[in-house]
C-alpha cells in the first residue's frame, strides 16, 4: 500500500476498521459479551461498536487490542434470567428491560406465555449476578 500522508511514515502504525470485526468484547467483569459485527461512525468519528443487536458506544471502551475490554458489565446481559423474590419464589424470566445509557430502569418478568408480565423497578433488585433477586417478597398472581 502506497502512503500519503505527513503524518503517518510506516503501515504498521495503521489500523483498519475492518481489522476490528470478529474481535472479542469482553465485560469489565471479564466475562464474554461476543464479536464486534460493525463498527459504528458518526461524522468520520469512531462512536461504537454493534455485537449482535447490541450497540456499545465508545465512552464505556476501556481498552482496544486483541480484544475490546469494556468498562462496564452490559446491562442487557441480564436477559433470560431467573427472578426470584426474597424469599426463593420463582417469579420468572426477563423477558424485557428499561435503560438509561447502561443504568437499569426497570426489568419485566413472567413466569410463561400464558402470564402478565411483572414490571419490577431497579431499586427492588437486591442482587443481579447469575439469578436475580428481589429485595422483599413478591405476589405473583
Known sequence: MRIISNEIDGLETLKTAKSYIGKRVVSKAGRNVGRINDIVFVKGNLRGVVIGDLFIDREFFDTLGDSLML?????????????????GRKIGKIIDIKLKGNDL??????????????????????????????KK?????
Open 105 to 134: 430502569i426497570s426489568i419485566s418478568a413472567r413466569r410463561s406465555v400464558f402470564y402478565k408480565p411483572n414490571k419490577i423497578d431497579a431499586k427492588e433488585i437486591a442482587v443481579m449476578k447469575d439469578n436475580v433477586i428481589l
Open 71 to 87: 468498562s462496564i458489565n452490559p446491562a442487557t446481559k441480564v436477559l433470560g434470567k431467573q427472578v426470584f423474590d426474597a424469599d
Open 137 to 141: 417478597s413478591y405476589d405473583n398472581k
